[in-house]
């Protein structure tokens, strides 16, 4: 049975009658652009065929009841219940009850009406993988939200939202990258998104190659204060770069020649991870002028240099996503393999050339559990459609 199928029973069995709607937010994957997002860099993400789901349908309670089916849990809240982080029975809110109840503070925030619904909701995106299964599930309730209020915002002013939610209520400071994703995302492109003007604009992946993705098994720990502790040296690092460079505003307003120059003034640690995030915009302009050429040898030499600052520069991978790294690129038909999203755990991305696609998934699959003693998880996605209503 198909998790649309599921949702439709189990909403019927809870509420009595079949859901009203069903909407999907899909997880994403970033090809190049890592740890760039909030450094106002560019970033080229892609929305993946894996999603969170949400059936549901309008009550005329005056809170919503919500169920995460893979949690096997109800959280029901409403405008009053939002500021302490609770239910209407005044029990704490379950971790990921703030999610949606982010998504309700941000759009009363903004003044939008938020109906009441009964919804029971499931996801295929594996937590904490670095697949941004948050906010698939924020760009799913945004949309919920919208198909009942009658209301509608283009799929960048969700995404902005979701963020706002994640950033002030949920309390984790991401950049756009994943939201702008999961609302934005188009179906076999990539999506190349300058995270300071928002302008956006997609890119051809040609129909050669697919992506693969890997995941570790490895659930990232203490990610949160590495995040945060990432961002701070990049702030210290534009910080220092201001004295000799003025009109910087953050690391994408330095170019590689002026780093260059001026890297030997920085603390050794704060000179690494901004040398990173300067070198890793210009990757990602370098991979736009590629796929334009439909030059996929050249976009998957980037990638895997991409991963070798982020494990040597940027100090965000871990044993298991390097030996995965490794693996893949010594197998025939990857162009190119790195860690996705923030790092510390999850799964890898890699570029690989149909004709070798199962043999690279099965020797990956091997050779990574004789090196780790761990079963991974390997799947062909394609690039998908952003946040959309299905039913
Ligand atoms: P993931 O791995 O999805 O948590 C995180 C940030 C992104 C971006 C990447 C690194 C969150 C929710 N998202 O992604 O905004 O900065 O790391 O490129 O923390």
């Known amino acids: 049975m198909d998790l649309i199928e599921r949702l439709s029973i189990i909403h019927r069995e809870r ?22 997002d909030y450094n106002d860099g560019f970033v080229l993400p892609a929305a993946i065929d894996r999603a969170a789901y949400i059936a549901f349908s309008p ?16 959280a029901s809240i409403s405008a009053e219940t939002l500021p ?41 995106v594996p937590r904490g993988a670095g697949l941004s299964s ?18 509608e915002l283009p799929p960048m002013q969700r995404a902005l939202l979701g963020q706002k939610a994640e950033n002030r209520y949920v309390g984790v400071n991401c950049g756009i990258m994943d939201q702008f ?6 179906e076999n492109k990539l999506l190349l998104l300058d995270c300071r003007s928002l302008e956006w604009k997609t890119l051809p992946l040609p129909d050669t190659v697919s992506i693969v993705v890997a995941d570790t098994g490895v659930r990232r720990k203490l990610t949160s204060g590495e995040y945060n502790n990432r961002r701070a040296a990049c702030e210290e690092a534009t910080r220092l770069l201001q004295r000799d460079l003025p009109h910087v505003k953050s690391l994408r307003d330095v170019n590689a020649e002026e780093f260059d120059r001026l890297a030997k003034k920085l603390p050794e640690e704060i000179g690494k991870r901004a040398r990173h995030v ?21 976009f998957g030499r980037l990638m895997n240099e991409c991963h070798v600052s982020l494990r040597d520069l ?78």
């Open 15 to 36: 509420f009595g009658i079949p859901p009203l709607h069903v909407v999907r937010a899909p997880g994403r994957i970033n090809l190049l652009g890592e740890h760039v």
């Open 59 to 74: 009550t005329t309670a005056p809170h919503s009841t919500l169920e995460a089916v893979d949690f096997d849990q109800q």
């Open 84 to 124: 302490t982080k609770t239910q209407i029975d005044a029990s704490p809110l379950p971790e990921w009850g703030l999610y949606p109840a982010g998504v309700m503070w941000a759009l009363l925030e903004a003044k939008i009406p938020v109906m009441p619904m009964n919804a029971v909701f499931a996801s295929n």
């Open 134 to 151: 948050s906010a698939s599930v924020e760009m799913a309730f945004m949309l919920a939200w919208q198909t009942l209020g009658g209301w």
């Open 181 to 186: 994703a999961s609302a934005c995302g188009v």
């Open 278 to 298: 300067v070198e890793e915009i210009g990757r990602v302009k370098q991979a736009e002028a590629s796929l334009e050429a439909g030059d996929v040898g050249n």
């Open 314 to 391: 940027y100090e965000v991978s871990c044993p298991e996503l390097d030996a995965m790294v490794e693996i893949a690129q010594s197998l025939e038909g990857c162009y190119g393999a790195r860690l996705t999203g923030a790092g510390f755990g999850g799964c890898t991305v890699n570029l690989v050339s149909n004709e070798k696609i199962e043999a690279f998934v099965q020797k990956l699959a091997k050779g990574y559990e004789s090196k780790t003693g761990l079963r991974p998880e390997i799947y062909i996605t394609r690039a998908a459609n952003g946040a959309e209503l299905v039913e």
